[in-house]
């Protein structure tokens, strides 16, 4: 199975439509089409999907898909370890930027 049959597949057993997933990302659904069908996924799709989804498994979606391997495309994914300390660093400023917001209230 490829990369493309196994995003579909995963997001068709979560009821979840290309176009909910295009309006959640600010995208066109025609835009999303192309990952779901033939573009190989960059950077900036595989974590906008995963705020949508965190529980995806790249792992199996991505595994023996040649196409991104031969591109070196592996180097651009994030181990979760990375990932979760990117999200706590940005949640944190958030929280900062909210608490010195509502100080000036």
């Known amino acids: 199975m490829n990369y493309h049959t196994k995003l579909q597949t995963f997001f068709k057993s979560k009821g979840i439509s290309q176009k909910k997933i ?8 025609s835009n999303i089409s ?3 069908n033939k573009a190989a996924p960059n950077y900036e799709f595989i974590k ?12 199996h979606i991505l595994k023996d898909n040649v196409e991104i391997t031969k591109e070196g495309k592996e180097s651009n994914l994030k181990t979760p ?3 979760l300390k990117e999200i706590k660093v940005r949640v944190n400023q958030l929280e ?3 608490k010195s917001d509502t100080k000036k209230s």
């Open 22 to 29: 295009a309006d959640e990302m600010g995208l066109s659904r």
């Open 34 to 36: 192309r990952y779901f």
């Open 96 to 98: 900062d930027w909210h």
């Open 48 to 59: 906008s999907i995963n705020l949508i989804t965190p529980d995806i498994d790249w792992n």
């Open 81 to 83: 370890d990375i990932l």
